[in-house]
């Protein structure tokens, strides 16, 4: 009976080819076939590394179909390497689709990890706030953006994007109007390529920034957004700090604060961050 194969997802170079990593290259030269978001652009990545391999296109227009090719070589004990154009597949890039069938079909899929333009972004900005929340590309469609910034808007973490040069103005005007002018930004473009640029400045000067010097709106960009100021217990209503006392001598913390949230409206994360303080204090 043959065994099943192994889906690896192999995270590739974000643009420093320099940065893959030697576990990846073993994965590459010893696998059966190499699933690759476009078959052109991994073969100039193959060809640099001196591997030669049977290439299968799964991108976002195929992915359901290719997903079922792949299942039936893995099925039959072949080895993939699963790749995209850049850094690691399933994350902002097609990839996904296929891991969940593969996995539903109880095979094992590998991670190979490897270069993130995130985690870069993040490690040379200077942020120093805990904790961040990747959102990744947000919506093109200018309504569908700012609905969506909304609903970031109170996060007390780094909010993280991936924006595309075509987007990078509307995405900043519409991020220093829905989050707050005052935020600060930092701009992450090229990350580990040529024209690598990191800057940081607050939102309601990132469009001039961006505006004086055309080259600076190419290539691709990481936005790094700092985290919603959290309300100090001055500045929350008597009322509500009185229902939250009140909620919290007979209740759960988690509990007393999801219902002084629905009772006064409040947000969530500064109720709970009072909620923490008066037990603290007690």
């Not at 100039?44 to 179909?65: D, R």
Request: charged share 20%; net charge negative.
């Amino acid at each position: 009976m043959t065994s099943n194969g192994l889906l690896y997802v192999v995270a590739t170079p974000i643009g420093n080819l320099s940065d893959i990593t030697l576990r990846a290259l073993e994965v590459l030269k010893s696998v059966d076939a190499i699933a690759a978001e476009d078959t052109r652009h991994t073969s100039g990545l193959l060809s640099h590394f001196g591997i030669a391999k049977k290439l299968i296109a799964v991108h976002e227009h195929n992915e359901h179909q290719s997903a079922e090719k792949l299942l039936v070589l893995l099925l039959a004990g072949q080895n993939i390497a699963l790749v995209t154009d850049a850094g690691t597949p399933a994350v902002s890039d097609p990839g996904a689709i296929v891991v969940d069938l593969v996995r539903k079909a109880g095979i094992k899929v590998v991670p190979i990890p490897g270069a993130s333009a995130v985690i870069a972004a993040l490690s040379a900005s200077g942020i120093s706030q805990n904790g961040f929340l990747f959102y990744g590309f947000l919506p093109a469609s200018g309504s569908a953006r700012r609905k969506t910034l909304e609903i970031l808007k109170a996060q007390a973490v780094t909010l993280v994007f991936y924006e595309a040069p075509h987007r990078i103005i509307e995405s900043i005007v519409d991020m220093a109007a829905v989050l707050g002018a005052d935020r600060r930004i930092t701009i992450a473009r090229e990350i580990t390529k040529t024209f690598e640029t990191i800057y940081s400045c607050e939102l309601s000067k990132a469009e001039a920034w961006l505006q004086a010097d055309a080259n600076q709106q190419r290539g691709e960009f990481v936005l790094l957004v700092e985290a919603a100021a959290i309300k100090d217990a001055e500045e929350i209503p008597e009322d509500t700090v009185r229902i939250l006392k009140l909620l919290l001598a007979d209740l759960p913390l988690k509990q007393a604060v999801q219902l002084t949230t629905e009772i006064t409206g409040e947000k969530k994360n500064v109720l709970y961050e009072l909620a923490l303080s008066l037990k603290s204090d007690q």
